[in-house]
T-cell receptor, first 112, second 115 residues
């Protein structure tokens, strides 16, 4: 059975702090891993990672994948209150529906 | 439309009633997915459509759940004889579905509450 574990489940930091969110996975026919940010309603796409060891960056956010150890991390530097959200990790299987398998998410709260 | 549109945004109904949830995907997107998000849980896959056909229904939790898609566009998710455990946010997502795989785009969801 496909399995995705995110840690921590909840994190409270102050503005300016750096955070690291973790995602470990066991998925058959792994193809890629996606990160989404969910504020109030619709999850919004952040990154898609396909290859090990290649960091993807977007502003203060970055992410990397380790396909050997089956995990990914999402880093956020110089956090802002607008980063407060639930961050979802979702590996994708190859073939068929290529549905996403989601973890429970990490709820990040950034206090001023 | 500009994004994935879902309706209603909120639905409160009594146990035992049937409900219909609607999803209007991004124009031109042939792949459509339904997910369910219960309190404190991640998104749980329900069903996948490619065009009007549903090659993967493996996530539907019981035969009370069904979905259809007509004209390769709008989809409806129907829950019959609702139970309290059906209370959740039901999210719809779409993607182009052809050529190079692209990430799914989500709607705002329908929050379903069963009394």
């Amino acid at each position: 059975e496909d399995k995705v574990v995110q840690s921590p489940l909840s994190l409270v930091v102050h503005e300016g702090d750096t955070v690291t969110l973790n995602c470990s996975y066991e998925v058959t026919n792994f193809r890629s891993l996606l990160w989404y940010k969910q504020e109030k309603k619709a999850p919004t796409f952040l990154f898609m990672l396909t290859s090990s060891g290649i960091e993807k960056k977007s502003g203060r956010l970055s992410s990397i994948l380790d396909k050997k150890e089956l995990f990914s991390i999402l880093n956020i530097t110089a956090t802002q209150t607008g980063d407060s959200a639930i961050y979802l990790c979702a590996p994708r299987s190859q073939g068929g529906s290529e549905k996403l398998v989601f973890g429970k998410g990490t709820k990040l709260t950034v206090n001023p | 439309g500009a994004g994935v549109s879902q309706s209603p945004s909120n639905k409160v109904t009594e146990k035992g009633k049937d409900v219909e949830l609607r999803c209007d995907p991004i124009s031109g997107h042939t792949a459509l997915y339904w997910y369910r998000q219960s309190l404190g849980q991640g998104l749980e896959f329900l069903i996948y459509f490619q065009g009007n056909s549903a090659p993967d229904k493996s996530g539907l939790p019981s035969d009370r759940f069904s979905a259809e898609r007509t004209g390769g566009s709008v989809s409806t998710l129907t829950i019959q004889r609702t139970q309290q455990e059906d209370s959740a946010v039901y999210l719809c997502a779409s993607s182009p579905g052809q050529g190079l795989w692209q990430p799914q785009h989500f709607g705002d969801g329908t929050r379903l509450s069963i009394l």
